[in-house]
């Protein structure tokens, strides 16, 4: 079983306000006796589900063309947390979880819940505690169905700056409604984008039956 914990992208899927929304514009029609349909795309790299790139936090930080990919595909752990607001620090996750052959990590929260369409700017977001915490424990990525490792009105952006200080790759606005806690194989490749600051992802998990008997 494949699980798609993508957001769909739309003219109505919520961006960060004041970013760009998307948008088709049409070139060419069939039903207008063009041979082909042909549409250009506006909208911002942050649109849905997506990777920031180190260039979005690090003034000489890499584009995604340049992102290593070994982080964005391999084996992972979703797990859900009960924070509703406000920063996610360890405490939050469970006093037993094993991350030894974990290296990537997802939270679930109430996030996943909202649609496509809706922007809370009221979101969680994992506090600069629980990275650290992470990093020491070797986590390669941390993906969220949040928007931001920030709070939504952060000017400094602590959590994209310990990202940068660790070195670890990141995931925003998955959507993990229906997808049981446990460990699967994430796919979630970022596009070869240049001079960009992010790429959308099609995010995807597939389970590691080998890692059935693991708690």
């Known amino acids: 079983m494949i699980y798609d914990i993508s957001r769909t992208v739309s003219a109505h899927t919520a961006v960060f306000p004041g970013d760009t929304p998307y948008s088709v514009r049409p070139l060419l029609r069939l039903e207008e006796g063009a041979s082909v349909n042909l549409v250009t795309l506006t909208?911002?790299?942050?649109?849905?589900?997506?990777?920031?790139?180190?260039?979005h936090y690090v003034g000489a930080g890499v584009h995604p063309a340049a992102l290593a990919l070994d982080p964005y595909i391999g084996v992972a752990r979703v797990v859900t947390v009960a924070?509703?607001?406000?920063?996610?620090?360890?405490?939050?996750?469970?006093?037993d979880l094993?991350?030894?052959?974990?290296?990537?990590?997802?939270?679930?929260?109430?996030?996943?819940?909202?649609?496509?369409?809706?922007w809370d700017d009221s979101f969680p977001y994992p506090?600069?505690?629980?990275?650290?915490?992470?990093a020491d424990r070797g986590v390669v990525l941390i993906g969220i169905d949040t928007p931001s490792f920030d709070a939504a009105d952060s000017?400094?952006?602590?959590?994209?700056?310990?990202?940068?200080r660790h070195g670890i790759a990141n995931l925003e606005n998955l959507m993990l409604r229906g997808v049981p806690d446990g460990v699967c194989e994430l796919i979630a490749l970022p596009l070869k984008l240049d001079a960009a600051?992010?790429?959308?992802?099609?995010?995807?998990?597939?389970?590691?039956?080998?890692?059935?008997?693991?708690?």
């Open 98 to 118: 094993d991350l030894t052959h974990t290296p990537r990590l997802l939270l679930h929260t109430r996030i996943s819940d909202l649609g496509d369409s809706v």
């Open 83 to 95: 924070v509703q607001t406000g920063a996610i620090t360890p405490l939050a996750l469970p006093d």
């Open 127 to 134: 506090d600069v505690t629980l990275i650290d915490w992470l």
């Open 155 to 164: 000017a400094d952006l602590p959590g994209h700056a310990a990202l940068a």
């Open 197 to 215: 600051c992010a790429s959308p992802v099609r995010a995807i998990l597939r389970p590691f039956p080998s890692f059935a008997v693991q708690p």
């Open 43 to 55: 909208t911002t790299p942050h649109v849905g589900t997506h990777a920031d790139a180190p260039y």
